[in-house]
Each structure stands twice: as structure tokens, then as C-alpha cells.
């Protein structure tokens, strides 16, 4: 069974940092692209950060230069590191597994979900 779980979610002030984490059990870790998204209300869910292969990394505009994806294949942890936020960066942060290209399964997993406030 997969399981990914967030945490590290909560209330900052604008122009402070949170590190959100996702512990992921049931996958081989190591060949997922993982990933965060973010769904605020009355938005679709968009993507925050994600590794495209084992090295690579793709960001929002949005999140450019203040937020930093990582990885530790060790833990089975996947981070995201969010510095000088914002208050439009307030809204649920899910963590997600895609398959790499080719793989068996084509199915992607999600967690539960974590919120993030950024609010004086």
C-alpha cells in the first residue's frame, strides 16, 4: 500500500519560513519524480516543485528563488523548503509520485494534504 505523508504545515507571518516534509512508504522511492502541489480555495491544484528526474527540478514563477525541493532517497523523504513567504502562498500543499516515463504503472499518488497559512 502507498502511502505519502505530509507534514511540517501551519501559520507563519508573511516573510517567514516553513520546511513541509512527506514520508513516503510503498514505492521504490529512488525512480519517482516527487513533487509538491498547491490548491488554494476556489483554484486549481497547481504545481509548486517537482523533480523531473533524479537531478532535475522544475518550479513555479511564482516560488522562483524562495522555495527549494529536496530529496533524501535514505529517509524516503521528500522536502520543501518555503523562505520569504507570501501571504497568495497560503493554501493546502499536497505531495506527490509520479512513475518515470516507461515504468508499469502509470498511476500517480497524492497525500493528504497540509496547510500552509501566511498571515500577519
Known amino acids: 500500500q502507498v502511502q505519502l505523508v505530509e507534514s511540517g504545515g501551519g501559520l507563519v507571518q508573511p516573510g517567514g519560513s516553513l520546511r513541509l516534509s512527506c514520508a513516503a512508504s510503498g514505492i521504490i522511492f529512488s525512480i519517482y519524480n516527487l513533487g509538491w502541489y498547491r490548491q488554494a480555495p476556489g483554484n486549481q491544484r497547481e504545481l509548486v516543485a517537482a523533480?523531473?528526474?533524479?537531478?532535475?527540478?522544475v518550479y513555479a514563477d511564482s516560488v522562483k528563488g524562495r522555495f527549494t525541493i529536496s530529496r533524501d532517497n535514505a529517509k524516503k523523504t521528500v522536502y520543501l523548503q518555503m523562505d520569504s513567504l507570501k501571504p497568495e502562498d497560503t493554501a493546502v500543499y499536497y505531495c506527490n509520485a509520479d512513475p518515470p516515463p516507461g515504468f508499469v504503472s502509470t498511476r500517480r499518488y497524492w497525500g493528504q494534504g497540509t496547510q500552509v497559512t501566511v498571515s500577519s
Open positions: 523533480f523531473t528526474s533524479r537531478s532535475s527540478t
